[in-house]
């Protein structure tokens, strides 16, 4: 009987001693220093941008780290999140202002906050910039003109909307707008029709228009909308939102009368746990910086983070300074030069 017992007891430490050591590798702990050490990366939604890229991203990664194997997984942003709190992941795919809002509960995290682990700043890739679409023979030229126009900015549920709601508001105009909520796959067809007087339009990392804006660009002549200088400043005083211009190329074959579009922008890239070990996220943001040039030839995506990592790295993360950097990443940015004096530097955890 004692036998069995025994037996027994020792069945549940081995267990016990299984499920840490898988959680350790899980988060990033190797357990002595040539121990493989796995990372659970979500990747945003299948049919994404940064998903489609996650396969060339991990091998990027598992052949400059020794003993790192990044396997990357499909999953919304919010859900990413959710499971870097959990600690079953160990980074997920998401842009500033899903970390602000994380680590302040609110937003989708308001009413089921993060635990006490939170994805922070790490690594920023690329920017989507949006901007106003309108028909180029309409009377509608500048972002005052929309006071009284229909215009759409997509759904609620959307970031780019949320964003650019947060944006309108911020200049005083979403009360004077006739919104029309669409989803954005529907934005072409309504401009198209008449049915709204303007609409957003985004590109992802100044090559890559989505289907909407391509619609919009084969099937409507197109204007796009001027920004004044102070409406431009006030994008910056929008927590996670940059003011910037992307190529009028990146967005639309024809002419439509300029080389830059002026828009606003949330930057894109992974995002490590605070709990997840410093040493191993500093040679990943290491190796992405010296390899910058390597990674824009996986994706075009990765072209305006390889052009100058530096000024994007400072863009992204100035523009939510009050959602600490991963004490990795940080240790890296300060030994390039790039850490600001309003940046916030995680704990680490030993």
């Not at 489609?52 to 091998?59: E, N, T």
């Not at 309108?168 to 529907?186: H, P, T, V, Y």
């Not at 929008?238 to 080389?259: C, E, H, M, N, W």
């Given at each position: 009987m004692k036998r069995n017992v025994t037996k027994a007891f020792l069945r549940v430490i081995l267990l016990g001693v299984c499920a840490m050591s898988l959680m350790f590798a899980q988060r990033g702990y190797a357990q002595t220093k040539n121990e493989p050490v796995s990372?659970?990366?979500?990747?945003?939604?299948?049919?994404?941008?940064?998903?489609?890229?996650?396969?060339?991203?991990?091998?990027?990664?598992?052949?400059?780290?020794?003993?790192?194997?990044?396997?990357p997984e499909p999953g919304g942003t919010v859900l990413g999140a959710r499971l870097v709190s959990k600690g079953e992941a160990a980074a997920t795919y998401a842009h500033q202002t899903l970390l602000w809002e994380g680590y302040h509960n609110k937003g989708p995290f308001q009413k089921s906050p993060l635990g006490k682990v939170k994805p922070l700043h790490t690594i920023y890739f690329y920017p989507?910039?949006?901007?106003?679409?309108?028909?180029?023979?309409?009377?509608?030229?500048?972002?005052?003109?929309?006071?009284?126009?229909?215009?759409?900015?997509?759904?609620?549920?959307?970031?780019?909307?949320?964003?650019?709601?947060?944006?309108?508001?911020?200049?005083?105009?979403?009360?004077?707008?006739?919104?029309?909520?669409?989803?954005?796959?529907?934005?072409?067809?309504?401009?198209?029709?008449?049915?709204?007087d303007a609409v957003l339009g985004w590109t992802v990392g100044d090559f890559s228009p989505p289907t909407a804006v391509v619609q919009m660009d084969t099937y409507t002549k197109c204007r796009v909308l001027d920004i004044s200088d102070e409406q431009k400043k006030t994008i910056g005083k929008?927590?996670?939102?940059?003011?910037?211009?992307?190529?009028?190329?990146?967005?639309?074959?024809?002419?439509?009368?300029?080389?830059k579009i002026p828009g606003w922008a949330l930057w894109f890239g992974f995002q490590w746990g605070s709990d997840v070990d410093a040493e191993m996220?500093?040679?990943?943001?290491?190796?992405?910086?010296?390899?910058?040039?390597?990674?824009?030839?996986?994706?075009?995506?990765?072209?305006?983070?390889?052009?100058?990592?530096?000024?994007?790295?400072i863009a992204a993360i100035s523009s939510t300074p009050d959602v600490p950097v991963h004490p990795g990443a940080s240790k890296y940015y300060k030994e390039i030069g790039i850490w600001q004096k309003n940046w916030i530097e995680g704990k680490a955890k030993n």
């Open positions: 990372w659970r990366v979500i990747c945003g939604d299948e049919a994404g941008l940064a998903y489609a890229i996650s396969g060339g991203l991990s091998k990027f990664l598992n052949d400059r780290i020794p003993n790192l194997k990044m396997l989507v910039t949006m901007f106003i679409v309108t028909k180029a023979d309409s009377n509608i030229r500048t972002i005052d003109d929309l006071a009284g126009k229909r215009v759409s900015l997509g759904i609620p549920a959307a970031g780019l909307t949320t964003a650019s709601v947060d944006l309108f508001k911020a200049w005083g105009l979403w009360d004077k707008i006739q919104n029309r909520w669409m989803s954005l796959n529907d934005l072409a067809d309504a401009l198209k029709a008449g049915n709204v929008v927590s996670g939102l940059v003011s910037r211009d992307t190529p009028t190329r990146a967005a639309f074959k024809q002419d439509i009368g300029v080389d996220v500093y040679k990943s943001v290491k190796s992405f910086f010296e390899g910058a040039q390597d990674l824009a030839k996986i994706s075009k995506a990765f072209e305006v983070f390889a052009a100058d990592p530096k000024a994007a790295t």
